[in-house]
């Protein structure tokens, strides 16, 4: 996989326009709707357990996400899920904030129980507490943690047999075979509620139109990464609205020099 790879796939997410479902939590959906449209792909929140089923069947890729849980939403889930499966629809999960209370981590932990996941994607706490290990954590953030990602993302993706995107500084993806590492993005990020939750739905864009599903993922990243790299860059010193606001902008506009310019990506030593 290279540049030319990545840029390739966006072009495809552009031309196709692909579905994505998102069931997804109240603090972000409409920036993920708007960064979704900005990148090309054609987003779609839909709840109820009345017609998630047919609208799961009909997209390119499903998002869930357990930001603001209840217990309608997560029979929502299932639902979807069960139906993306049998349809051959792609499904991502976000499992936000687990390992914070009893009731995120069972309920991540239900969803790859009774749903076969295509990719979750979290930060290193998150991944590592819906797969048992201990790793610690507070509200919705990460905690500090002296743990190897690299091998965290290889060992839970062998474990669940999905494909894990912990993100972080750097960001790993792993199918628990191929291991590569994303170098891009930017702090600001994380003065921007709903950075992390767009990019797992960005993901699904990129996993509607890529059936690799790790190359799908490296490639929504160092897309991802790129595009807030030249918002902060345009934006410097002007504060997380403004970024807010330009990210959208380079969400639409980075193309194929942007990605070779500001893409930086590794596969990891002894990786196939």
């Avoid at 029979?75 to 629809?89: C, R, T």
């Avoid at 797969?131 to 062998?158: C, F, H, M, R, T």
Wanted: proline share 3%; with cysteine; glycine share 8%.
């Amino acid at each position: 996989m290279n540049k030319d790879y990545i840029s390739a796939t966006l072009q495809k997410v552009r031309e196709k326009n692909p579905l994505v479902h998102n069931i997804t939590n109240v603090v972000v959906t409409n920036f993920t709707a708007n960064g979704l449209l900005a990148l090309g792909a054609s987003p779609v929140m839909a709840y109820a357990p009345e017609e998630v089923a047919d609208m799961a069947k009909l997209a390119g890729a499903l998002v869930l996400n357990i930001g603001t849980l209840n217990s309608a939403e997560v029979e929502s889930m299932i639902i979807a899920g069960k139906s993306a499966n049998e349809y051959g629809v792609p499904v991502i999960l976000d499992p936000v904030g687990a390992g914070a209370t009893a009731f995120r981590t069972e309920t991540a932990k239900r969803l790859i129980n009774e749903i076969r996941i295509s990719v979750i994607r979290g930060n290193a706490a998150e991944i590592a507490n819906v797969a048992g290990l201990d790793w610690e954590i507070k509200g919705v953030d990460a905690g500090q943690s002296n743990g190897d990602s690299v091998e965290l993302a290889i060992q839970i993706a062998q474990k669940l047999k999905t494909v894990v995107v912990i993100t972080g500084k750097d960001d790993v993806i792993s199918d628990g075979q191929r291991t590569f590492i994303v170098h891009n993005g930017h702090p600001i990020q994380t003065k921007v509620t709903g950075s992390g939750c767009l990019l797992t739905s960005v993901i699904g864009a990129f996993a509607a139109v890529e059936k690799d599903l790790v190359s799908a993922s490296v490639s929504a990243l160092v897309f991802y990464g790129s595009a807030a790299e030249i918002a902060a860059e345009k934006t410097d010193a002007m504060g997380p609205g403004s970024f807010q606001i330009e990210f959208l902008n380079q969400l639409y506009q980075v193309s194929r020099a942007e990605i070779e310019k500001y893409g930086h990506f590794t596969q990891a030593v002894g990786s196939e």
